[in-house]
């Protein structure tokens, strides 16, 4: 991946940058909620009841009836099994200063919301950037390294192979023997801080680390 590739992905996929825009998205459905606060609201209410037991009353049926004698009691309900209402209403805020002052708050939350957003990603550019360039130096340090030690390793075998048929000294030996230990101990150093600075920069660019430790990621195609 080129260094304007992993910017992209990482303004994509950075943990950060994806919280700040999420607080946006935030301050944008505080904002409107806040507005729609000073909007006509319409209401409308209704229900329904049931009533179990339909309120009985006993009156003088006389009342209603002459040919009843007087004080002939009879049951009479008063009520519906069912019953309901319903009910509409519209109201309109016509000033309220604490409206005004949470639409403005509102909006100052939204630009410090959006400028925190700027500044994330711009650390997040400048993080990853580091992180791929130091990516670069430890693999072109790990490339020299490794030339250093196959030759060094190369060398050794010649040169013990020339003491043992008596054409060298062993101080030779011992002296080679020794810089191949030193550049291998390096060398092995390096491996390690090379796929630290990759599994870093992936890190930074919210990249899953998926690529497994291998002493030539280079080499392998196994890139950032």
């Excluded at 049951?75 to 319903?86: A, K, M, T, V």
């Excluded at 639409?103 to 100052?108: G, L, R, V």
């Excluded at 939350?109 to 400028?115: I, P, V, Y």
């Amino acid at each position: 991946m080129t260094i304007e590739q992993c910017l992209e992905f990482a303004l994509g996929n950075n943990e950060s940058i994806q919280i700040s825009e999420l607080s946006i998205k935030d301050a944008e459905a505080e904002i409107r909620g806040i507005v729609a606060l000073g909007l006509p609201q319409a209401t409308l209410r209704g229900g329904v009841n049931y009533n179990y037991e339909v309120q009985t009353s006993l009156v003088d049926a006389s009342n209603f009836d002459q040919t009843l004698a007087p004080g002939t009691l009879t049951e009479i309900q008063f009520g519906l099994p069912y019953d309901g209402n319903l009910s509409m209403g519209v109201s309109q805020l016509i000033f309220d200063g604490a409206y005004f002052v949470g639409i403005q708050a509102s909006k100052t939350f939204m630009e410090l919301s959006r400028k925190e957003n700027e500044r994330t990603k711009i650390e997040v550019v400048a993080a990853v950037t580091k992180a791929y360039y130091n990516v670069l130096i430890n693999q072109a340090q790990l490339y020299l390294l490794s030339q250093n030690f196959s030759r060094l390793d190369t060398l050794l075998r010649e040169t013990t192979q020339m003491y043992q048929n008596g054409f060298a000294e062993q101080i030779d030996v011992d002296r080679i023997k020794v810089s191949y230990n030193n550049i291998k101990v390096n060398l092995e150093t390096q491996i390690q801080l090379s796929g630290i600075s990759q599994k870093l920069l992936k890190f930074q660019m919210g990249m899953p680390l998926r690529c497994p430790d291998s002493a030539y990621h280079f080499l392998d195609g196994c890139q950032p």
